[in-house]
């Protein structure tokens, strides 16, 4: 199994979650970050001066899936969330060992 | 005359009533836009009141309130305040001149706060402190002249008790033409764009209702009966207007907290001109009528797809408009002495209909041009990189 | 008699006080509850405040205020507040009738936005507006007449300066009974539920203090030395019970802001029917006392396993018991004409208790009643899922 | 005398407005500190409203407004309100003692929250509330008797209004002191410290800008020509402050939302001891230098490396002895019968410089000397521990 | 080393704690989350039509333990947090190479 | 690759972002989290008895960085962060994948 982090801009959140809902991936986890990307953030015009803004609010979700399943969402996901803009994002792709269901005590590895 | 110390008490409170609206419409738009523009949003309504304030102890009253200029502006003579005093005025003759100077001040304040409804999210802060200025000047004094300060309005006899015309159609249209010129923000009807603190919201809707207790019942410019009745048609409208937001959304969907407090907002902008002039039970009626009117115009306005998504147009501008003609309508001559349709006399519907009217269009166009003047020269939008990382810290290096 | 423009403007300010106290237990309760519950509470707060608006200005106030019938309630020559004016009526000698009124009116809509406690974090929305349209009318509308309105306990003589017994006894114990019938909520006991905002519970809790002014000091009715009189013992009620929680609490544990707010609300209740009656020194003992007892009364409640878990029942019921019987002991004739047992008038005391004890059965049981008959049909509590995902997202489609 | 039904309704209402600028302190420090120290600033604030409202009826009041002992103090007639009542008494010809008492009073608690500062994030909780209680009796009770009750600063022709030297100098040297005795925070200066909620911030200057129309324009002790220019002055000199600190703070980086409220808080303080002296014109001037100036100092503290980070020093002291001096300058016959350097009149500034000067030592001197013997003894400050893990749940037990 | 990544309910957050406590695991690092299980969220009745309440507030703890340690750390969590109810929630295993202690730098692997 | 996940006291965020900056790593995502190490919080006293506060605020930083990096991070976050205090936080790596841009599509492994 794998973890799938996605950390993109909260404007495309509902856009993402609508498309893997669409494509039956339901289960997720999602969290408030803030993130900056290799381009040191956005600067800004700031009375003749410059102003870096770094550590923009994103929207992170984790997806624990099936290997196979892998491709076919960073697929969705890239779709989805790309703007084609500064900031739309990363995917991060983890291994994950095992899955517990809590309510049954079931586990997939 | 004397000084009457109840009225002047109930003045002074009513002033300080008046001027927590401000922050109010600050509170009340900052929770509904994303979180990196709330301290944006409460410093636009908050930079407002002082900068208002300035003006208008420098000259904005006088324009207002000076001598008649051929019924539309008013002349110099209060300039720097001089001749407003502490004794009774021309238009207060129960109160100190300098008390209802600076009642009529903090209506100026609010409606300057109301407009920034129509740049919500984007507007450049350097832009804003000159189209604050020039707005103030050039679109509500002469408004406030027209009115109340013995324009061609007053003298036509077009009745506004509190500033239906004065304070809201023409913050309500300005903010209309505003979202026209500056236009749609990055993302609208595409991004999600979800009020970020809904609890803030509804305490600037308290305040807004606890406010206008001085608004309306100020009005009245005296501690007594019909103060009373204001105080009373206004707490009534805000009630109808509340309940019938909510019960009519509740069609569509849920009944929100945001659809309460929007539609008192609206009962209460629908009562403001006749708070003095109809009974509670037409007050029951203008505010029911207002919140469902308002609520109509707001979907109107999203299946549009114009971003003016504060909706000062459609509470404020379209509210004032129904209030100013309901005035018209349901005036009853026991209470104020002034008749409206329901007693026959069209003549008051008409003349209510033209002042509304006249104020919409002047608001609309004068502030239409201002806009794009502003907007050539200095520029009116921040760039796209700004408005992507939020005014909070564009424009003032801060966060929240 | 003519009108006082003092006294009117007082009352008209003291009108606007007491409206601000509606959010403010919004706020206050809020707070305390969970995150997914936050617009849930304020809304019902608000939504009280709508809701009673309308129902006293169409037969509220007559069934309140009109003419006494059987000593039980009021006839309906008030009904759309048909001859209630701008000139002073029966019950307000200085000021206009309309005011009167609508002073009162804040007083009902305050009242029902404590009750709301009893059934915190589990009501459904559609169950809210019938209880309360009914709760207001046949619990709050009977007790505000047998005590204000020449009902048979104002003819027996029990004093209630302020509503000790018509807001706070009736509020507390209607909560009480809603808890029991409403049960507890899914994991009350076993799961941890803390409150999620402090800093709106406080707050509330400042809008409260500050809204108290109006409630108490304007229940003078007139801008004089009694006005004062009861500023002072209100403030200082409420300064002594917050410091009596906050020193009793930290017996127990850290001195908590919780505690000292719920303290001052307890010192204000209980100062409530007494604070034109007794004198500061007074005060400070039945502020502190009230403190005291109240918290007791909420390790009681935690004890048996209640879940009432705003506390209207510990802070509003019982403190208004408290203090419905301290006025019985402290009041003194140089005040206000009325000596309680430290003057050796044991009467008082009794007429006082007995006022107060029935308030409390027929709130408790009428609400019991009422609860019951709108559980069985069309059901009070949202289902166990809508309790879980919470009332903000379940009754109102909104987030906070 | 009798008493004046309006002015006892305004200064009713200036009272319940002076009392809501206690937690608007709370809420304006509480915002500019670490999250895990808002529940102990505002409970800090909150606490001193109530110790003080204590205090002041038992001894306070008649501490600072006894009949004179010695210039220096006030005797022990009015212990436990002893002869104060609802009659109109010797400070106030129209309204009653006991309302003149509680106006007194709130000026009192707002000074002691304001002294908060000085220890922000790092005070023990249980020598808080000794210190508070020495501190209003030995510092704040001997200089209000100097000022406003019959001390030698009245006698020898001090002007102040509403307590520039009073309240804002005195409680912001106090805070100097007190900064200075208790240390720096840990890590100040090495660690990131940022405001953790700018938006209660705003809601607690906007509380502040609020009352302070009571406590300004409720100082002329009637409803009247002098509480409308009060009134007038009050406002206009915010507004400037406000507008002076955001342009001013503009050269050195993005004009802040915090910039823009500290400037407001800095003019209204410069305003204070004047405000019933000057003209709006002048007050325009005094608000705007008054938000220079403040910020300057500000900029100073920063660059001295002085942990009093929330400016009770830079705002209320600095801005305060600006105000007694700009009263000595601006002052004008014409509003209230005295004159400053601008009529000619230099002996009144002297008067106000030897005043404010001396309060300002009084304060500072006396202050330090209590702090260090509470140190000594019971410890003013935190363990390091309980530093780092946060005051509020530390010494309150709570999150929030 | 594994990090134990677990997602519950909130007012199952105390029990669990209490629950690692009592057993000697101390360390851990939580945050608030919002989440959605397989069964898209929780179906409502609304005014005849239905309506899905989907992301509802989680909290999420994070514990790197020792590999030995990770059943039992399952076995703990999954009876504390356990309600039987939908929405109990999800445990992951993910593998952990290294782990540093900053105030001492002292690491293990 | 790794993701390198370090948990550090607040006020040395900026430090150690700072720190960051200078050596050239600049993309990395932050939360807000609460956390508690081995000492099982920190102890109080408490009128006469004690009280324990756990569940501190803490920062975590998710950086992900080739392989030959992680040393190099490990070395800049530690030092930066550290107090040497109690509470200075910890630092985790996990592997990473694959990590992927959502702008470009591009892939990195
Ligand atoms: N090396 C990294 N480690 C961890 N998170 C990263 C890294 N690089 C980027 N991110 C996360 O991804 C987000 C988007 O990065 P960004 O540079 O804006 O994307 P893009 O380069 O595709 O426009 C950042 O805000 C940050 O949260
Ligand atoms: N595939 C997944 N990837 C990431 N997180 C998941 C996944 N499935 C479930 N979760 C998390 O677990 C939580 C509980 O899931 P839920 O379906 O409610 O549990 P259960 O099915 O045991 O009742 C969700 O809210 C979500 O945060
Ligand atoms: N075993 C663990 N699993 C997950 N997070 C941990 C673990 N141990 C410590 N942490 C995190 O690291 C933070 C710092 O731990 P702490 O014990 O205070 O560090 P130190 O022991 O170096 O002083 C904790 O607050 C917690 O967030």
């Known amino acids: 199994m794998k973890m799938v982090k996605a950390i993109i801009k909260p404007e495309r959140f509902e856009f993402v979650k609508k498309a893997l809902e669409d494509k039956g991936f339901i289960g997720m986890t999602i969290s408030e970050v803030k993130g900056r990307g290799e381009q040191k953030g956005i600067t800004l015009q700031y009375r003749g001066g410059l102003m870096t803004v770094d550590l923009l609010p994103k929207i992170q979700l984790e997806i624990v899936v099936r290997d196979s399943d892998v491709d076919n969402l960073i697929v969705i996901i890239t779709e989805a969330a790309r703007t084609g803009k500064i900031g739309d994002g990363k995917i991060f792709i983890l291994p994950v060992e095992k899955s517990i269901r809590i309510r049954t005590g079931e586990m997939e590895i | ?400």
Not at chain 2, 124 to 135: G, R
Not at chain 2, 311 to 318: F, L, R, S, T, V
Request: proline share 2%.
């Open chain 2, 1 to 400: 005359m004397a000084i009457d110390s109840g009225a002047t008490a109930w003045i002074l409170a009513s002033t300080a009533l008046v001027m927590i609206m401000t922050p109010g419409v600050g509170f009340f738009y900052g929770g509904l836009v994303r979180r990196k523009n709330f301290i944006s949003m409460i410093t636009l309504s908050f930079v407002a009141f002082a900068l208002v304030s300035i003006q208008w102890v420098l000259f904005g009253y006088s324009l207002a309130f000076g001598s008649d200029v051929g019924g539309f502006i008013g002349n110099l003579q209060y300039l720097g305040l001089n001749n407003v005093g502490m004794d009774p005025g021309l238009y207060s003759t129960a109160i100190p001149g300098l008390l209802y100077m600076v009642f009529q001040l903090v209506f100026a304040t609010v409606t300057m706060a109301i407009v920034t409804s129509g740049f919500a999210e984007r507007i450049k802060f350097s832009a804003y402190l000159v189209f604050a200025l020039v707005w103030t000047t050039i679109v509500y004094d002469p408004l406030a002249h027209w009115v109340w300060g013995g324009g061609w309005a007053a003298q036509f006899g077009a009745l506004d008790f509190a500033g239906g015309t004065v304070v809201h159609i023409s913050s309500g249209f300005a903010a209309l033409a505003l979202a026209l010129v500056i236009g749609k923000r990055i993302g609208f009807g595409t991004y999600a764009m979800e009020p970020h603190n809904i609890p803030l919201t509804i305490l600037g809707a308290a305040l807004l209702w606890f406010g206008w207790f001085g608004f309306n019942a100020g009005s009245a410019l005296g501690a007594n009966g019909l103060a009373a009745q204001a105080f009373v048609t206004t707490n009534t409208a805000a009630a109808a207007g509340a309940m019938a937001w909510l019960l009519i959304s509740w069609l569509h969907g849920k009944p929100s907290s945001l659809g309460f407090v929007s539609g008192a907002v609206a009962g209460l902008v629908a009562i403001t001109p006749g708070a003095g002039y109809v009974t509670p039970m037409a007050a029951l009626v203008i505010g029911a009528i207002g919140g469902a009117v308002c609520y109509g115009m707001l979907l109107f306005r999203i299946r549009k797809g114009l971003d003016e998504s504060l909706d000062a147009w459609a509470i404020h501008g379209i509210g004032g408009l129904w209030g100013a003609m309901a005035t018209g309508i349901f005036a009853v001559a026991a209470v104020n002495g002034a008749s409206g349709i329901l007693e026959g006399n069209v003549q008051q519907f008409i003349a209510n209909a033209t002042g509304a009217f006249a104020a919409l269009i002047y608001a609309f166009v004068v502030t239409y041009v201002i806009a794009v003047i502003i907007d050539k020269t200095i520029g009116l939008r921040v760039s796209e990189e700004e408005e992507y990382v939020g005014l909070d810290i564009s424009q003032h290096g801060e966060r929240c």
